[in-house]
């Protein structure tokens, strides 16, 4: 199957911004995710782009896509301790099935 | 809205038993996801059902098996299990009618364990 990459940890300092980096293999993905999980939790979904978008923004959250890359990255403003977590990016590969990331954990700092 | 629910959320097994995971998936969801989190493979596919069809499947043994009923819940299926099978599996509902490329939704997962 396709490949998600991602760094595997991130540490900031509250209040700074996080920015979160993932690659996808394939170019014909439809739907970009952005998970959360919190120790112990499910996956809390933050929020998707469609591919034909480049930038979405939700409140603290904004999300870029490149295609040409095949780029996608979340960054979090005004990072909180709330927002420790492991973050996931997944693609949509077939019916059903997200294709996702190895994770992304976040660290905040005070 | 009530979320996606999973039962029980924690099991404790021994080698060789089967053991029986519930997904309820958000009411009016009619496709229901399994997923397998290890820490040493991630997040897996396991397999995808939408109005009792299973629709896609994923890389893992004959072992694995699911079912879903007429009100969409899902069950999910290990038998002889071993201990590689110990591992947080997530049931994740979405609509279902848009090619298979619905947001999905995540429940709180079941925990296993293998002794």
């Known amino acids: 199957g396709e490949d998600v990459e991602q760094s595997l940890f991130l540490s900031v300092r509250e209040g700074d911004s996080s920015v979160i980096n993932c690659t996808y293999t394939?170019?014909?993905?439809?739907?970009l995710y952005w998970y959360k999980q919190e120790p112990g939790a499910g996956l809390q979904l933050l929020t998707y782009i469609f591919s034909n978008m480049d930038m979405k923004q939700d409140q603290r959250l904004t999300v870029l896509l490149n295609k040409k890359d095949k780029h996608l990255s979340l960054r979090i403003a005004d990072t909180q301790t709330g927002d420790s977590a492991i973050y996931f990016c997944?693609?949509?590969?077939?019916?059903?099935?997200?294709?996702f990331g190895a994770g992304t954990q976040v660290v905040v700092t005070p | 809205k009530a979320g996606v629910t999973q039962t029980p959320r924690y099991l404790i097994k021994t080698r060789g038993q089967q053991v029986t995971l519930s997904c309820s998936p958000i009411s009016g969801h009619r496709s229901v996801s399994w997923y397998q989190q290890t820490p040493g493979q991630g997040l897996q596919f396991l397999f995808e059902?939408?109005?009792?069809?299973?629709?896609n499947k994923g890389n893992f043994p004959g072992r694995f098996s699911g079912r879903q009923f007429s009100n969409s819940r899902s069950e999910m299926n290990v038998s002889t299990l071993e201990l590689g099978d110990s591992a947080l599996y997530l049931c994740?509902?979405?609509?279902?009618?848009?090619?298979?490329?619905?947001?999905?939704?995540f429940g709180p997962g079941t925990r296993l364990l293998v002794l």
């Open positions: 059902y939408f109005s009792e069809t299973q629709r």
């Open positions: 994740a509902s979405s609509s279902g009618l848009a090619g298979g490329q619905e947001t999905q939704y």
């Open positions: 394939d170019s014909s993905s439809t739907y």
């Open positions: 997944a693609e949509f590969e077939s019916w059903g099935k997200l294709q």
